[in-house]
Structure formats: structure tokens, C-alpha cells
């Protein structure tokens, strides 16, 4: 009986089984099928019936993913993305169509603004390894871009490099591309306009996405819009664990604010594995300089210079430390080291705007060794022996051993930045910092048309963007009556290349009445007179040359100059030919007047920038065939600049015997002033897209070109800017006159502080210039106190040479940044001082000056899309402030070269009388003081070029004193109220 009931049992549970397999048989079966009519449903593009047959499929599935696949496919194809990115999640990881279903997830997340999620996929795709990897790989690098995370996007290059390696599918042209972007996100413009706007739109599509606003934040940051930067970041979730991403974004912005208690809080977030021993010496070093610790700065920065020999920012801040400790010879070590990078990193970025990665990867490989770029000098060695194999020297750098990286930092886990910097942070714990003192934000107003200074500049823009058009654009301040009030000179254009028998005499000059009001007296002048300078007028430099008391003027024009001798009742002669400064002279831009013999006469430098036919010009297409842009200026020969000895008031030229030879300088600005202290004048000339110089004055007429080893031919990361305007003054109040320059769009305008003894550093970065400028394409450029608190504020004419929108602006606001304190530090105000200056425009010349002598300096600019813009400063309740006139005696008469020092209210200020400056254009050649509360000046003291030194005391505030070389008496300057001593 047992052993039949156990028989039957067999038999009954076997029927069971078969019966539930048949059943399970005939569901897959039924699966299959739907699933074969869900793909043909696909196939055809049916999306919403293949739709409803994997909604019945899924709850079943086997887990291959395949139906929650095309499900997403549906939901794609019916304009659907969030449900396309909830099916493809539902793939399982074990899926063969996991690592598609990743990248279409990613795909579709970043077109929707689902930053975060997108990174989630595409990483997940890179993991899963493969072919798609490699375009997953490619996305997220393109991803990580917009959100300006560009230590990441280098990561994933030199990935996608090794993966190609591995795979054998490293291709030259590939590796190139890698090779090109890598470069590119250090040595190349970003489009910031257009992809800010990208990044807006995805806020609206996925307003809570933290990756999205981590992206705006950071372009904020480079744009130096801290508290927008702030607010993004705050916004940001505070999810646990934290996401590094977002707290690596803030502990960059508390150091860019420089706020150490911020900073504290990111380093407690961030976990030490991905960062390296010299991340933590950079960190460690920026914590004490908040604290003005310069041992353990100096300390920081000699350890990190030893790991990363060719750190060239950390070495051009060590070299400032040891020279200000009093060591000159380490510093000029540290600075001649500097110097060889400076110049391999110019020539390398040669190579990579032009394209030569193919043509010439040795050479390129030497420069990459030299300046300690481990993956470009892996790439460009790969790309060298794929051109040469055989080449002795290819096989030579072959068997050089790879540069060893930074050295990694061993960390227990969990372990944080904190942990390892807490040391550095205790003197600052608990210790608040004191609130910057307010400024007053000055007011301006566009009073142009108002007061009659109506004239629009005609560059004779042509389609095929030729560089003189986009070039020129001067204006001047010049008393031209000996009135008191400052004239307008405004240069005009033309069509280019001007006519010999058709002279158009466009330049006006613009009377001052006095009343706020200007007629233009062109005519009358003798500046409107058919005559030997009526062609396309680019600069202008303004100096009595002749000693007779009286402003004159010579103007810089296409092959041409033109010198105009004042009468004395405003009226002007052309004495070009007479003075010696005839003939063709190719293309000259900004001039000087200054006495570089110190014989009491002015002498003249003219800048010339490069050789361009009029007649033939060349033409630069832009990408997409369309149209032309103006041409990189490095692909012409440059011009050499021209100085001249005033003989008598004849115009000696004297450039071979004066200034070293050089054929590499395109030059745009000069300036001349005493920039070392030893009472003889110097010059600085800004050249564009090569090493700027510095010209020390050794006495007989003979000149020094020292701008590398003083630290002015560059900026702190080695590159050889696009120099336009120039401009000094005392920025940071130590008593030395510091260098600005304006450069090219993405390069920032420069801020060279004078450490002394011809000695200068890059601090552009540390006073907050960099971030806010960098943005803008710079020309002429103002240093003077726009408010009267006692400190210089800075102002600039913006405006790119090619019109390139969407992708970058071509207009562009005229920039006012103000300065207070010692350490010089900058804030923009420009969208607060007035609607004039966050006007868009073609901007060129700048010139600053008080045109109503009521002791609050103006502005002018020129526009080259629009008209002339008089910003007239209308501030209210400012400091007050005191204006001199210098005339020398035994000096030349204008008196460039002298050093004034105002003592008022406890606080000195220094103000140098100086030849050139701007771009193209001239300012005021009176020295304009602000004075704070002060309504008293204590002690003014001249330095006269002679070398002679007067003093003048208790000198009533608001109002103007003309001060005579040897006379203690001083006179109260025609235009202003009496003054009192």
C-alpha cells in the first residue's frame, strides 16, 4: 500500500510540473510574441501601440531588460523624456542592454536639463565598458564642460586616450583631437555667453537640479560675479553623504571671495582621495595668505614648486614673497626660471593656435617637457614617432623616462581635507574679519548729445573685416585755447584704404565753452585744413614739444603721422614736414610725449603695429564659410616702434641707437613714467599676442629692454597677452606706480603691482581683476578716483574685433571697477553706476578728465557702432578732492616724469605725470586727487624730471593750483574757484 502511494504521488506531482511548465512554456511564448509585435510596432515608429503591449509585458519579464528598453524607446519617441529616463533606469545592470540603456538615459537627461542624472548614466555606461564607453565617455566630457568642472574633463581626455590605446583604435587623427582638446581648456577662449545660456534654459527645464546650478555657479565665478556664484551654490541640496561636486564648486568660490570660514566648511565636506599633495600645499597657501602668514605661505609655495617645478603661478608668487623678505637674488632666481616658462609656454601656445600637432610634434614635445605637461608630452612623443619613427632624435626622446606626477596622498576613510589642514585653520577659528568699509558708487549719465558733443566715428567697416578698421578709434582731452576748460578731439576713420585725392578731413575738434556746453570749432581750428593728415586717423598724443606754453598735438594715421603746432589761440599749423616727420610711415597706433633725455624738451615714442596690404588684403573666413573675421595679428610680420630725439623742435629718429631691436612687437599702448625710481623715465609698450616691453631709461638716450625678468612681459601664468590700453597709477597705496593692461577676450585685463626697483608681479587675480574682466575684449583704459575717497578706481572701453554672436558678444559695457584699501582690491559697479555704462559698444579710445572742472573726473569713449559717449560724472556727496597743474622750468614744460605726493586727512597719495597711456588716445594732463573727508592738504610735494623738489603747504581742498617748477607760490588754475593756501 506505501509503495503504491508513492507511485501515485510521483505520478500526481509530475503532472503538476508538467502542467506548470506547459503553462510557464505557453507565457513565454505569449511573452515572445507580444514582444516580437512590440518591436515591429517600434520598427515602424508606433510607439503608442508597441506601448501598450509592454506595459502588459514588463510586470512579467525575465529581467533581460529588453522590454523596459524599448518601453523608454516608445516613451522617447513620443517627445516623452522623463518616462523614457524611468524605463531605461528599469534595465537591470546585469542586461546586455544595460550600457545602451545608460548612454540614452544619459542622452536624454542632459537634453533635458537632468544634469545629475545624466552623469549617474553616462558613468554608468563608461563602466560597463566597450565601444559605447567610448562615445558615453564623450558625452559626459562634454557635459562636465558646461558645467566648467575642467580638472574633470581633463581626467576623462587622458581615459579616453588610454582606452583607445587598449583598444588599438588610437588613430592620429584621433589622438589629435584628444589632444587639442586638452590643450584647449587652458590656452583657449570659451564661449561664455552661449553656453550660460544653454545652462539657463536647462534651470527652467529641471529647476532643482543641483549639477545644473553647480555649471551657472562656476561660470559665475569665472565671470567674477561672486554673489551670484553664492546664491547657486546655496541653493544647492545638502543631501547626505555630501556631494563633493557641489562643495569642491564652494570651496573654489570661498577662495576666489576669500572667505577662510566658508572655506572651512567645504574642506570638512570633501574627502582627501581625490586630491593630490600639491592641491593640499595650494590650499595650504592661499590659508595663509588670508592671514598675511608669509612663512607659511613661502614655506607652502617652495614644497609645491619642488613637486610641480613648472607651477608658473605658484613660482610667480614665490618670487614675490623672497624678494619682498629682502632676498634679490632668490627672487631673481625664481624669476629667471619663470622667465624660460614664460617663453616655452608662448611658443607652445604658437604651435597650438596654429594647428601644428601634426606638422611639428617634437618640437611641441620639447616644450610640453619643458613646462611639465605629463599627458600632452605622452601625446605629442606618440604623435612624433607615428610621423619620424626613424628619426635619431624621436628615438632619443622615446627612451626619456615619463615625468613622474604628483605624489598621492595616503588617507584613512572618511578622512577629509579638514582633517589634514586643521592646523592651518586654527588662527584663523572664531576671529572675524572686519566689514569692508562702503563705497559710494559714483552716477554717470550719457550727457554727449546733450552738451553738443555730438560725432559718431566711421570705422569704414567693410565685409571683409580688415584689421585697420577694427583697429582705430582715438579721442583726446586737450586745452587747446589755454582756458582752463578741456577741449574734445575726436578721430575719425573713414573708408578704408583712404583715398590720396579724396581727403575727408573727419577728425573734430570740440571747443569747451565753460558752461557745459562744447561747439565744434573744426574749421577755425586749422584741423579741418586739406593738408598733408587728412587720411584715416587711428591715435593721438598730445605735448607743448616746443616749450612755448602751449598744447600740441600729433595724430597717428594710416601710413602717416601728423604733427599740428598749437598757435596759442587754439588755432593749429601743420608743421609735419618742417618738424621732420614726414614720409610714409606704414601703421602707427598709440604715442608719447616725454623728455627721455632729460634735457627739458619732449622727445616722442610711436608704437607701430604690423605689415598689412591695403591693396591686397588677406582674408580670414570665418568657420562656416559664411563670412570673414578679422585676422589673428600673430599671422603678420610686426612693425618696429619708432622713437624720436627732439632736436630743437626737429624730430630726430634715433629707435636703432636707443632701443634694442626687436621684430616681434606689434604695439598698441605706451606709456612713459618713471617706473623704477631712479628719477629717469621709462617705457612700457603694450603689444599684441607677443611679450609686452619695458624700456629702463640707462641716461644718454639709451634704453634697456628688461620687461621679462621685471615681470611685465606676461602674466602670472606665462602667457604673452593681447596688450591693447595702458595705464599706471598707485593702486594698492604703497607709493609705487603700478602697470594695467588690457588684453584680449578670456586673457583679463593685467594688474602689474611695482614691488620696486624695476621689479613687478602679476596681482591681477589677488585684487579681484581677473574674474570680472575676463569677459570683456579690453582697449582703452582709465586709472582715476571716480567717487574723490582717496583711492584710484579703474575703467575700461570693451568691444571684440569680430562679430561672432551667438557664440561671443560683439558689443560690449564700458567697465568701472572700484578700488579701497591697501591691497587695491577692485569691485565692479558697472551696472550700478549709471545706465551709460551697461550700454553694449564697439569700444575703443578712452580718455579721463574733469571736461567741467567741477573735481569729479569724465569719461569719454569711442564707439565704433554708435556715437561718441560722454559719461559726466554727477555723483553726489563726494569727497572732497584737489587738482594740479604742473609747468616746468628747468623741466620740460608739461612736466611728464614728475612725481607728486599729497599728504591730507593722515593719508599720502602719489600720482605720477605721465606721456601716452589709454589707447589711441589722451586724458587729462592734470593730476586729479581724491581727499576723503580732508578739506585741508597738508603738504604737496613735487618731484620735478629735473630732479628739483618743491614743497607747498595747506592748500585749501576743492578747487585747482597751477604749481611752477621752483616757485613756492602757488596759482589758482584758470577754470576753477580761488583757492587758499
Known sequence: MPKRLGVAAFVLIAGLILTRAGGWAIDSWRMQTALGRARQSVARGNFQEARAELEQILPRSSGDGEPAYLLGVCAAGMGQPDAAIEAWTRVPDRSP?????????????????????????????????????IEARERLLRLLWREARFGEVAGLIEDQWRDLVRAGRLSTPAAIDLLRGHLALDLETFPVDEVVRGLRVAAIEAPGDDRVRVGLARWALRAGRLDEAESLLAACGTQEPPD???????????????????????????????????????????????????????AALEELVALEPSDIKARERLAELVYQSGDLEGAARLRKTKTALDSALFRYQGHFKNDEFATRPLEMFRLADELGRRFERLALLTLAGRKSPADPAVRQALDLPALPGPPALTARPGQTLLDLLAGDLKTDAGRPKSPAPAQLVPRFTDAAEAVGLRFTFDSGATSICQLPEVMSGGVGLIDADGDGFLDVLALQGGPFPPRPDRRHGGDRLFHNRGDGRFEDVTNRSG???????????????????????DADLLITRWREY???????????????EKAGLGGDRDWPTSAAFADLDGDGDLDLYVCHYLKWDADHPRLCPNSSGTGYLSCDPRHFGALPDHVFRNDGGQFVDVTNEAVPTDHNGRGLGVVASDLDGDGQVDLFV???????????????????????????????????????????????GDGKPDLLVTNFYGESTTYFSNLGQGMFTDRTGAVGLAAPSRSLLGFGIALFDANNDGFLDLATANGHVSDTRPAFPFAMPTQLLLGGGKSGRLTEVTGAAGPAWSVPRIGRGLAAGDLDNDGQVDV???????????????????????TLGLSGAKSNRDSVGAVVTVRAGGRVRHAWRVGGGSYLSAADPRLHFGLGPATLVDEVIVRWPSGHLDRHHNLAADTGFLLREGCLIPQTLPGFPVGAR
Open 527 to 549: 584741423l579741418g585744413d586739406t593738408g598733408s593728415g587728412q587720411g584715416y586717423s587711428h591715435g593721438l598724443a598730445v605735448g607743448d614739444y616746443d616749450n612755448d606754453g
Open 97 to 133: 542592454l544595460a550600457c545602451t540603456a545608460a548612454l540614452r538615459r544619459g542622452a536624454a537627461a542632459t537634453d533635458c536639463g537632468r544634469f545629475t542624472v545624466a552623469e549617474e548614466a553616462l558613468a554608468s555606461a563608461i563602466r560597463h565598458g566597450g565601444e559605447q564607453a
Open 562 to 576: 601728423t604733427l599740428y603746432r598749437n598757435r596759442g589761440d587754439g588755432r593749429f599749423d601743420d608743421v609735419t
Open 860 to 882: 569719454l569713449v569711442i564707439d565704433q557702432a554708435g556715437p561718441l559717449a560722454f559719461f559726466h560724472n554727477q555723483t553726489e556727496k563726494t569727497g572732497h578732492f584737489l
Open 244 to 298: 563633493p561636486v557641489v562643495w569642491h564648486a564652494r570651496l573654489d568660490w570661498a577662495r576666489a571671495a576669500g572667505r577662510v570660514n566658508e572655506a572651512r566648511q567645504a574642506l570638512a565636506k570633501l574627502p582627501v582621495g581625490p586630491f593630490a599633495k600639491t592641491d593640499i600645499l595650494a590650499i595650504r597657501a592661499w590659508l595663509a595668505a588670508q592671514r598675511n602668514d608669509n612663512a607659511t605661505e613661502r
Open 686 to 732: 603694450a603689444n599684441d599676442g607677443s611679450a609686452n616691453y619695458f624700456y629702463r631709461n640707462l641716461g644718454g638716450f639709451r634704453f634697456e629692454e628688461v620687461a621679462l625678468s621685471a615681470g611685465v612681459a606676461c602674466n602670472a601664468g606665462g602667457s604673452f597677452q593681447a596688450g591693447m590700453g595702458t595705464a599706471v597709477g598707485d593702486l594698492d
